[in-house]
């Protein structure tokens, strides 16, 4: 078989090839893989959040021991978050996506209260492991939002792929089996900014005096 013919033969293949990743039968595993790296970088920035907890928590400790609410809380938090099992899967499984994203949420709660606690103890606040931690886990929270906020974003683009003109007509056929991913939502106490005070409180009212009987 000559050169010419082979290309003669070819020329179909590869124009069915072209006319298939132009309707955008690609599309939708591309987008799949896209919101499954984005899944991936969430856990690690959790992951590098539970890492960084154990010293802040023993830091604290050592000027706040009588903290102790506070620091059992968080301790308790932090394993719950990481005891939650996830996978590639979770972000197709409501109960399981809720469940890790709760515990992340509670401990992200109690950490708060964790690091309010360094404006009653000037030591504490001025600590130079202390502040190490704390810039730290500023940083980490941060690249937490943004690798959800990123997640979010490729999760709307591969849910949109399911649904619009002309990938919905491979949703609905070569990869039937593909489910929409679960976005990250705020959670209702983050809605309310949480109030915090150290304050004594204000001592209770003395009882009104009886009237004097005549």
């Given amino acids: ?12 293949v590869l124009a069915v090839a072209a006319i298939l990743s132009g309707c955008g039968i690609n599309t939708i595993p ?3 893989e896209a919101v499954k790296a984005s899944w991936a ?14 010293n802040l928590v023993n830091t604290v400790k050592g000027y706040a021991a009588q903290e102790k609410d506070v620091l059992i809380a968080v301790t308790e938090a932090r394993a719950s978050a990481t005891q939650v099992r996830v996978d590639a899967s979770t972000i197709t499984n409501p109960a399981q996506f809720q469940q890790y994203a709760a515990a992340q949420d509670k401990l992200s709660g109690v950490l ?3 690091m309010m606690i360094q404006e009653n103890y000037p030591d504490l606040k001025s600590n130079t492991n202390f502040l ?3 810039s730290q886990l500023e940083g980490t929270e ?21 649904r619009t003109f002309p990938t919905v007509i491979w949703a609905k056929t070569m990869y039937s089996g593909q489910k ?6 705020a959670a209702v106490t ?10 004594a409180p204000a001592p209770a009212a003395a009882p009104a005096a009886a009237p004097a009987t005549k």
């Fill in 1 to 12: 078989m000559t050169m010419i013919s082979r290309l003669v033969r070819l020329v179909p």
């Fill in 30 to 32: 591309t987008r799949d």
């Fill in 41 to 54: 970088d969430v856990q690690n920035q959790y992951q590098r959040r539970a890492d960084l907890i154990p």
């Fill in 112 to 114: 708060g209260r964790l």
């Fill in 132 to 134: 190490a931690l704390q």
């Fill in 142 to 162: 941060n690249r937490i939002a943004v690798a959800r906020k990123d997640y979010n974003e490729q999760v709307r683009l591969y849910n949109t792929s399911l």
């Fill in 180 to 185: 929409p991913a679960l976005p990250f939502e």
């Fill in 190 to 199: 983050a809605q309310t900014a949480p109030t915090v005070s150290f304050d």
